[in-house]
């Protein structure tokens, strides 16, 4: 472990332990492995001379940088890994426009986002590592990103890979892995990922036993709209989605960050979701927000539930 010197309160043994697991069950080859870690093996010699990570398209590498034959291997590898959820990316040339424009949830933290210069810093839910590589930017002694998801994962060690930024690692990790790194992170960002969850306050609050004292819990959350602290819990799916439990307003939001120790809780934005920012693509060509929502009345999901929301909130750990 690269970071092992780094987290001095981490339960180090507990999750030597579970790395090393996951690197046996990895080793089995099973059929879901191979699917994605053969499109990674076959570009994993290729590394990139010139990255940006500043703009909105998260760019690695240049089309001038390969021969034609890497170029190809570049090309197949990318769209073996669809469906891409989080973008946009441009890798050597090209272009991966995916399902969300992430750019524009980025570009509403960025106000609010804490000072990452030299922190060490989690991404619960990094998905293929986009946010991580924004972060990046911001030049974070540390960035652990938590996915449990071997698409996700073998995606952003192939992106990685080509990149090479030695501050950035992906674990094989789910939220309820935080607990192994004890007052370990200056910054933790969970975004669109608590209401998956069927215990939010118990996650906030395993949450911040990982956060050092006056550290900063970034949260995005699928929501639903209202003033008053209420959830919505949908019988089986909520806009189409199984694993949907407890969908906050703004207000409930911000009483299960205070309950669960939070300080200086604040929201910062919220907004409706919209087909302008998740969407079929090219290059996600499943069903996306427009079939997840009543055609005669977009205020409703399919199921006749109010239509999301996202919300967006800082917290404080205290001193």
Not at 50 to 66: A, M, N, R, T, Y
Not at 73 to 89: E, I, L, N, S, T
Not at 98 to 125: F, H, M, T, Y
Not at 146 to 162: I, M, R, S, W
Request: with cysteine; aromatic share 14%; charged share 25%.
């Amino acid at each position: 472990m690269p970071y092992s010197n780094l987290l001095p309160n981490a339960d180090m043994q507990a999750i030597q332990a579970l790395l090393q697991e996951k690197a046996r069950w990895l080793a089995q080859g099973k059929k879901g492995v191979e699917r994605f870690r053969q499109p990674y093996e076959s570009v994993r010699h290729i590394r990139a001379e010139q990255c940006d990570f500043s703009g909105d398209v998260v760019k690695i590498g240049s089309p001038d940088e390969l021969s034609g034959q890497d170029q190809e291997k570049v090309y197949k590898a990318m769209r073996d890994f669809m469906p891409w959820r989080k973008g946009p990316f441009e890798v050597f040339g090209v272009g991966i426009d995916a399902e969300w424009r992430s750019e524009r949830k980025w570009k509403r933290v960025l106000p609010e986002l804490p000072d990452l210069q030299g922190k060490i810093v989690a991404d619960i839910g990094c998905n293929n590592g986009y946010y991580m590589f924004r972060m990046a930017h911001h030049e974070p002694k540390l960035v652990i990103g938590f996915e449990p998801y071997l698409q996700h994962y073998f995606t952003f060690k192939a992106l990685n890979g080509f990149a090479g930024c030695e501050n950035l690692c992906c674990e094989l990790f789910g939220v309820e892995h935080i607990g192994l790194f004890k007052k370990s992170f200056d910054v933790i960002f969970l975004m669109g990922i608590l209401y998956h969850r069927s215990s939010p306050v118990e996650v906030l609050r395993e949450i911040r036993t990982a956060m050092k004292p006056g550290g900063v819990l970034m949260v995005e959350s699928q929501g639903i709209p209202g003033k008053e602290p209420w959830a919505f819990f949908p019988e089986q799916r909520y806009a189409k989605v199984p694993g949907t439990y407890f969908v906050p307003t703004a207000a409930c939001l911000a009483n299960w960050l205070s309950r669960a120790g939070f300080a200086e809780v604040e929201i910062f934005f919220s907004h409706p979701m919209s087909s302008q920012e998740q969407r079929r693509t090219e290059w996600m060509v499943f069903e996306s927000y427009e079939d997840f929502i009543d055609t005669a009345d977009p205020s409703l999901t399919v199921e006749g539930y109010p239509a999301p929301v996202r919300i967006f909130a800082r917290a404080g750990n205290p001193l």
